[in-house]
């Protein structure tokens, strides 16, 4: 416990030193801001670059346009990059071997596994969070109104998602010591999921649901009901996988 | 309604952010002098031209690990 | 007592026998040299000591307690220092012995007291810089720092001067052996000037086992070399005095290199005694009886060669030797540019080790 807030302590350091945090609240400040700003302009780009004619036949862009704005960008760019920028979260120490001298002082190794995820979850809520925030901002600014059901739940099941990929991304990374080896497992299993979703029934199990069904709750389309059993194997495999990470972390030569 | 000024309360924080990140881009690159590879005139010129997605790139992948 | 025993410990990489069966014991406060060539398996033995890597068997004690792999609960008598130490780059030297402390336990009062008194003493007190920017005996030093901080009973270096240039490596060998009154350091080098400059044991690792052991006067006395080096002032001198008839009638083994002569009188004289086979056959055991009143100058000093006295005294034989080669000097009219009597140096012991 002790050895996990001092680890903890060095994370946020070096999280804010590294420019990690920085990074990540810009890019997803953006993203937020940028959400409704694309939705609302989507019309007059389409009129521009297309013909007025076409851009004549959509419907004004509204709150719900924000949103799905919101998720292509968060829930997509948003994930790679936050996948790509803690790529390295075991591989950097492991390869430099930064870690032999805290862990032969008496620092656990799953100390250092759940402080790793600590940090990271924490970076990735206050990133969507502000995302959210500003997202839910500009989107009351320019179409007055976010009264859409489900929004918060739609957002937390995209943080699941992202805590999902934080956990498979520290277990893949205990199995190398590149960070490219991490990197490639993490995708080579959203890909998995990705297939599997050419079944039509299989996304009230699939974990990527939380994060491409999110729209489909926000329009009624797919209720909270049908992702349950999604909900529920999803927050089985961070236990799992975090689980996985720390005995596979105990096991390996630093 | 005036189109342009509907929009002014998101251009100038997209604006503010996308000069901070460069700044700080900028200021990194030429304090440091290592990168895990480039140099620095080539960091500035992605930092600088690539207008968002560059000082990204520089500090995912270009920024020396021991710094 | 022993800080760490290291007991028939054996370690194999694949097909490679790394440690085979190998002993070691580590007295209390003494600076402790273990020597062996690159790839001898000094890393190795450090980091099962370490609880780093899994032994493939026997046991290794950490003041009289058992070292596990994994978490070792030893760690906490040890400091450790590995060869190049890496910190992190971003964080600054007291902020590193804080997070070190932390993880150790210790209070914040007692991180900020020690941490303090450690950085004076490695001379990195009021350097706010980031380690990212530090040379690498500035690391190696704070290296030294954090593996004293919780005032280890052993501390573990793995070639702490090998990265170093010659500044480097006389500040950090001059912070370890001050450390001998309150602790216990081991450190392993291929560097043997180091091991003389600063320990009191030494013991050389070669082929999966230790070859040589104990401090380093003992193993000197042990594998002394009865003899002398002449250096003439050039090497027509050197062959003459070579040829000298004394010497020769003696039996003396002379090697010549350029002007310089070698004059081996008996070779080796361990404790147990047994001379080499492949020594020197001259004077193993010569009595120095009637040499007493034997002026140095004496063209021909006379050995008798009476076997049945007492055994005589290796400073005996040595002095017989060396007047027989002054007699040789003076007669063949040679001043010697040097003269001085054979000293085993821990290079040559480590070569006839390791060959």
């Not at chain 1, 719900?64 to 760019?77: C, M, R, S």
């Not at chain 3, 005032?151 to 500044?167: G, H, K, M, Y």
């Not at chain 3, 083994?253 to 020594?279: C, F, K, S, Y």
């Not at chain 3, 021909?300 to 006295?309: C, E, N």
Request: proline share 4%.
């Amino acid at each position: 416990m002790r050895g996990y807030a001092a680890f903890l302590g060095k994370e946020l350091i070096e999280a804010v030193r590294t420019y990690k945090l920085f990074l990540m609240l810009v890019i997803f400040g953006v993203f937020g801001m940028s959400s409704p700003l694309l939705a609302k302009l989507t019309p007059q780009m389409i009129a521009s670059v297309v013909s007025p004619e076409l851009a004549a036949t959509i419907p004004a862009p509204s709150a719900v346009d924000a949103w799905t704005q919101f998720y292509k960008n968060v829930g997509q760019l948003g994930l790679v990059i936050l996948i790509i920028m803690f790529s390295g979260v075991l591989a950097n120490e492991l390869s430099k071997g930064t870690l032999v001298n805290v862990v032969t002082k008496g620092l656990s190794r799953g100390a250092v596994i759940l402080a790793k995820l600590t940090s990271m979850v924490a970076i990735w809520t206050g990133s969507l969070v502000l995302a959210a925030g500003l997202t839910w901002v500009y989107t009351q600014y320019l179409f007055g109104s976010n009264a859409l059901p489900h929004l918060v739940v739609s957002v937390v099941l995209l943080w699941v998602f992202g805590v999902f990929l934080l956990s498979l991304l520290v277990c893949a990374a205990t199995l190398g010591s590149n960070n490219w080896v991490a990197l490639l497992i993490t995708v080579a299993v959203v890909a998995v999921g990705l297939v599997a979703g050419i079944i039509p029934a299989a996304y009230h199990y699939n974990p990527l649901s939380l994060a491409s069904q999110n729209m489909a709750l926000i329009t009624g389309t797919v209720t909270l009901g049908d992702l349950w059993p999604a909900i529920g194997i999803t927050l089985g495999l961070i236990v799992v996988l975090v689980a996985a990470a720390i005995g596979i972390f105990r096991r390996r030569v630093l | 309604m005036n189109e342009i000024g509907q929009y002014i309360p998101f251009l100038i924080p997209l604006a503010i952010a996308q000069v901070v990140l460069m700044v700080v881009a900028i200021v990194h690159i030429v304090r440091h002098r290592h990168y895990r590879f480039g140099s620095m005139a080539l960091w500035i010129v992605v930092a600088v031209v690539f207008g968002f997605i560059g000082p990204v790139v520089y500090f995912v992948f270009g920024r020396d690990r021991d710094e | 007592m022993s800080v760490l025993e290291i007991d028939h410990v054996d370690k194999a990489f694949g097909s490679h026998q790394v440690l085979n069966k190998m002993t070691m014991d580590v007295p209390e406060h003494c600076v402790f040299g273990f020597v062996g060539q690159n790839g001898a398996g000094k890393t190795t033995t450090m980091k099962i000591a370490l609880g780093l890597l899994k032994a493939d068997g026997g046991v290794v004690r950490v003041c009289g307690e058992q070292v596990t792999y994994g978490n070792s609960r030893t760690n906490r008598h040890v400091g450790y220092l590995p060869d190049v130490p890496e910190f992190y780059g971003y964080m600054r030297p007291m902020e590193y012995l804080r997070l070190c402390g932390q993880v150790t336990g210790l209070s914040s009062g007692q991180i900020a007291t020690r941490g303090g008194e450690l950085l004076e003493m490695v001379g990195l007190a009021g350097v706010k810089r980031r380690i990212g920017g530090f040379s690498r005996g500035m690391k190696q030093r704070l290296g030294i720092a954090q593996a004293l901080l919780n005032q280890p009973e052993l501390v573990i270096c793995d070639e702490p001067t090998s990265a170093l240039d010659p500044i480097g490596r006389k500040e950090v060998l001059d912070i370890l052996a001050s450390l001998k009154d309150r602790t216990t350091v081991v450190f392993s080098t291929h560097v043997l000037s180091d091991v003389e400059r600063i320990c009191d044991q030494v013991a050389i690792l070669h082929g999966g086992r230790i070859a040589l052991a104990g401090t380093i006067a003992e193993i000197k006395a042990q594998h002394r070399h009865h003899g002398f080096v002449v250096e003439c002032a050039n090497p027509a001198d050197a062959d003459r005095l070579a040829g000298a008839a004394e010497l020769k009638s003696m039996g003396i083994n002379t090697t010549v290199e350029g002007a310089t002569l070698t004059v081996m009188i008996a070779q080796h004289a361990g404790g147990d005694g047994a001379p080499r086979a492949d020594g020197a056959a001259g004077l193993v055991a010569p009595s120095v009886t009637g040499l007493a009143g034997v002026a140095p100058a004496a063209p021909s000093p006379q050995f008798s060669q009476s076997a049945g006295s007492a055994p005589s005294t290796w400073s005996g034989s040595d002095q017989a030797g060396g007047q027989l080669l002054l007699g040789a000097l003076t007669r063949l009219d040679i001043t010697p540019v040097r003269f001085e009597q054979m000293e085993p140096t821990l290079e040559s012991l480590f070569a006839e080790v390791v060959k």
